[in-house]
């Protein structure tokens, strides 16, 4: 056997990689951390502060707040996006023209750009001169969501179902074709009832896809930006100001650098670790199998 | 338990059928006795699946009647018709036990849990399954999960007929022959009529008593496997069953004797039914061409050894004649002149052997 000369230079090729993720993601990162840990003044002086912005972030009444509500809005569309998503695709024709009729129209809420649909849906609920909102008063509710925070919550609860329940539903009805007809028709000759072909034949199989679903719905309803600033930037009073929303305030409002840094890599932290715990749920049994 | 019967079965898979090629099934008549091993053979395409859906009820025909026993069955679904299905692909409850696999079609029928636990063990134990009776479903390998997709068949005490749509298909090639044999020991055992459903011969003639062999949607023979290899009534079954497959040589029919090449070439079956303008062929196995000397003039092509005979290729023209030959035998040189074996060498009209009518 000819011993192979060792060429160290083959390294070189990984350069390119490398300097794309430095510049893309380590750089800026390591910057956020540099900030989070330090006191800015104006001509760029900086202190070292050590773990000052956690520890004042952590213990704030006001990140707990909108933790709380970011945790509430996550769970209240989660809650009903999943379930009614499998419902939508469960309902959808297979086959034939109706399916793809089916199909773009469940892709158009995708289609539209967040701001529009916060757009969309002020003035849709608009109490005055919206569809919505005018409706709702005139068949005596009392609907105002610029003064009233459970409005404000609904009307955003109603925008998010609206614009991602599609993604839901299109995953599932994915992951429904993919079953052979081979277990529809052992089912039939078992004389399973549809109940029992839904919870012993589609759900476990839809159980991949389902994961794919819950953790992208999570994650980006997490993040959730641009509809609620669109719809009340907020209000009313802090009611809908989510996570990310008042990161905004705190780094471009206040220019709070520090706190504003550490803030976001806790955020960052928290997306991570529930990802990582709805991922061991759902998976959960996957080895033996 | 109850024999089947299929008359006049026509299915088309298309709204309006109009050519004779839109049918996937074309007039099937067909006897099932009560706890016979049967095997639907055909290559892909040949319709074999779609009659079993029909028989399990999968399919609703186009036209024509089911019935199991004397009852009518063409209109029910396939929980009412107390038949079991196996498929290509193993279906098992991924999140189930194998337990509660076998024991899931007795549930849904509400069966009294006891008996639920004394059907299943019984079966567990007929399939040499009960050291996994816990284990995750999900977890098995193929021919295991297979033999779960049976063992639901085997648990309910209802059934008519287990039917096995080529239920090998996935299985390893060494566990194949254990699955195939364990079948046959059911069979033999339980008295259960089967149906098989294979594209391949050994999986048909090692399995069943009784062959239906299928072609473009129509039944062409029904028959045992020695009937199939020795008096095939048509020439797709003598090519399609045995390996290689039955020679067929054009022929003129000149005064009621068939000849090929000019030869008066004798056969097991009278020449009658001859029309003008029909196709004759002569049709002759392999294993029944020798070398002689005189007959049929040839040049040898070329020779392939397969172990404990050889298969020698020779032509006639642009005709391909096969000759099987014992392991040692010698292979004469390039010119040589064929006989056939006459009574097992037949007259073939229009694809059909010539005296009997489709």
């Known amino acids: ?289 | 338990m109850a024999r089947i019967r299929l008359e006049a079965l026509r299915h088309s898979y298309l709204k309006q059928p109009a050519r004779d090629a839109d049918w996937a099934l074309k007039n099937v008549d067909l006897q099932w006795q009560d706890g016979g091993a049967y095997a639907l053979l055909g290559p892909s395409g040949c319709g074999k699946t779609t009659l079993l859906s029909i028989v399990s009820g999968l399919l609703r025909p186009t036209s024509g009647r089911v019935y199991f026993g004397e009852e009518d069955v063409t209109g029910q679904p396939p929980d009412r018709r107390n038949i079991a299905q196996v498929f290509q692909f193993p279906v098992v409850y991924d999140t189930m036990s194998v337990y509660d696999n076998l024991a899931f079609p007795l549930r849904n029928r509400g069966v009294p849990p006891a008996q639920v636990d004394a059907r299943v063990r019984e079966v567990a134990a007929l399939l040499d399954l009960e050291a996994m009776l816990a284990q995750r479903a999900a977890g098995l390998t193929a021919d295991g999960k297979q033999k779960i997709s049976l063992g639901r068949g085997l648990a309910r005490s209802d059934v008519n007929v287990i039917m096995f749509d080529e239920p090998l298909t996935v299985i390893d090639p060494h566990l194949k022959w254990r699955l195939r044999s364990k079948l046959k020991e059911l069979h033999q055992r339980i008295g259960m009529t089967m149906i098989y459903v294979t594209h391949d011969q050994t999986e048909a003639m090692t399995f069943a008593n009784e062959v239906v062999v299928m072609h473009e949607g129509a039944v062409v023979q029904v028959g045992t496997p020695v009937e199939l290899f020795e008096r095939p009534r048509h020439t797709f079954v003598g090519h399609f069953i045995g390996s290689p497959g039955m020679n067929v040589l054009p022929c003129e029919v000149d005064n009621g004797v068939p000849r090929f090449a000019g030869v008066p070439v004798p056969t097991a079956n009278a020449a009658t039914g001859t029309r003008a303008g029909a196709r004759t062929e002569i049709g002759v196995r392999p294993e029944f061409v020798r070398f002689a000397d005189e007959g049929v003039p040839v040049r040898v092509v070329r020779v392939a050894d397969a172990g404990r005979h050889q298969v020698v290729e020779t032509r006639h023209a642009d005709t391909v004649i096969r000759v099987l030959l014992k392991e040692h035998e010698t292979v004469p040189a390039e010119h040589a002149h064929l006989a056939f074996d006459a009574a097992f060498t037949r007259l073939y009209v229009d694809g059909w052997v010539a005296g009997e009518t489709a």
Request: charged residues 10%; glycine residues 6%.
């Open chain 1, 1 to 289: 056997m000819s011993a192979k000369p060792v060429n160290q230079r083959a390294w070189w090729l990984v350069l390119p990689v490398l300097l794309l993720v430095a510049f893309n993601a380590v750089i800026p990162l390591m910057t956020v951390v540099n900030y989070s840990v330090q006191e800015t003044f104006g001509d760029n002086q900086f202190f070292f502060e050590g773990v000052k912005w956690y520890d004042e972030v952590v213990n704030s009444g006001r990140f707990r707040d909108a933790l709380k509500r970011q945790l509430l809005f996550t769970g209240i569309i989660l809650a009903i996006e999943v379930p009614l998503g499998v419902a939508i695709a469960l309902a959808m024709p297979r086959r034939g023209a109706w399916a793809s009729v089916c199909l773009v129209l469940m892709s158009m809420p995708l289609l539209i750009p967040w701001n529009v649909v916060g757009a969309m849906w002020n003035i849709l609920a608009l109490p005055d001169i919206g569809l919505l909102g005018w409706t709702l008063n005139k068949v005596g509710f009392d609907y105002n969501y610029t003064r009233q925070p459970l409005a404000a919550w609904l009307t955003l609860i109603a925008m998010d179902v609206w614009h991602w329940t599609s993604l839901v539903a299109l995953l599932a009805y994915a992951g429904l074709s993919a079953i052979p007809d081979a277990y529809y028709q052992a089912a039939k000759i078992d004389g399973a009832s549809p109940w029992a072909v839904l919870r012993h034949v589609q759900l476990p199989k839809l159980k991949h896809v389902l994961t794919i679903a819950v953790l992208l719905r999570f994650m980006d309803s997490f993040m959730i930006y641009t509809e609620p600033v669109v719809l009340t930037g907020g209000g009313p009073g802090n009611a809908t100001t989510l996570l990310s929303i008042d990161l905004v305030k705190i780094a471009l409002g206040q220019f709070d650098l520090g706190p504003a840094a550490a803030m976001s890599l806790i955020y960052f932290l928290i997306i991570l670790l529930l990802s990582w715990v709805f991922y061991q749920v759902m998976t959960r049994g996957e080895e033996q199998a």
